[in-house]
């Protein structure tokens, strides 16, 4: 059973479209990061959201908290190539001081010139 | 400021061979990870360290050791390496309690 539910798992548009991707849950988390992954990288943080509904943008990306806590939405704005990746969300084991996280199996997105 | 690093960056072994994967961190981090990642599985944690000299199982720990060395590295150890091994393993530390965690470049395995 996969805690952090992501969708879609694949998506391919053209340059200068919208587009969001889904992080859900059952279970109530502390926090959600969002990390992004290029081919042949390792994932690289982009965001930490802490407080339910806080809607927090880097650029033409914004991510928001679910006010219950439970999910998490990446919106890209006009999505150009550089934003091809591997998203992954993120949150913090509830029963754990040590730092551990579960990840969701991500979404791929392609974006298309 | 190299961050996190892995040794090597591709590694091809055949089954029952052994190898160790190196990763240091020079954050000052107390906590590392070891993750392997599979096409449509995501990350799955094999182990952790949340301070030196000691460590965790974590979701799929058959098959691998692990040895906190110091607070800057962490190695990997597969005893005798199987296909079902084959994947690219990432190391990653974090300075808890933000549980940000910063990841190496990865380790490419393949074993045949």
């Known amino acids: 059973t996969q805690l952090l539910e992501q969708s879609p798992q694949f998506l391919s548009i053209q340059e200068g479209e919208n587009l969001t991707v889904y992080c859900n849950s059952s279970s109530v988390f502390s926090s959600l990061q969002w990390y992004r992954q290029e081919p042949g990288e390792g994932p690289v943080l982009l965001v930490t959201v802490v407080t339910g509904g806080e809607v927090k943008k880097l650029k033409r990306l914004t991510f928001q908290f679910g006010d219950a806590r439970k999910d998490s939405s990446l919106h890209i704005t006009a999505a150009q190539p550089g934003d091809t990746g591997l998203y992954l969300c993120?949150?913090?084991?509830?029963?754990?001081?040590?730092?551990?996280?579960?990840f969701g199996r991500g979404t791929q997105l392609t974006v298309w010139p | 400021n190299a961050g996190v690093t892995q040794t090597p960056k591709f590694q091809v072994l055949k089954t029952g061979q052994s190898m160790t994967l190196q990763c240091a961190q020079d954050?000052?981090?107390?906590?590392m990870y070891w993750y392997r990642q599979d096409p449509g599985m995501g990350l799955r944690l094999i182990y952790y360290?949340?301070?030196?000299?000691?460590?965790d199982k974590g979701e799929v720990p058959n098959g691998y050791n692990v040895s906190r060395l110091n607070k800057r590295e962490f190695s990997l150890r597969l005893e005798s390496a199987a296909p079902s091994q084959t994947s690219v393993y990432f190391c990653?530390?974090?300075?808890?309690?933000?549980?940000?965690?910063?990841f190496g470049p990865g380790t490419r395995l393949t074993v045949t």
């Open positions: 360290s949340a301070s030196e000299g000691t460590t």
């Open positions: 954050m000052n981090h107390n906590s």
């Open positions: 993120a949150g913090p084991d509830r029963g754990s001081t040590l730092g551990r996280l579960y």
């Open positions: 990653a530390s974090s300075e808890v309690p933000t549980y940000e965690q910063y």
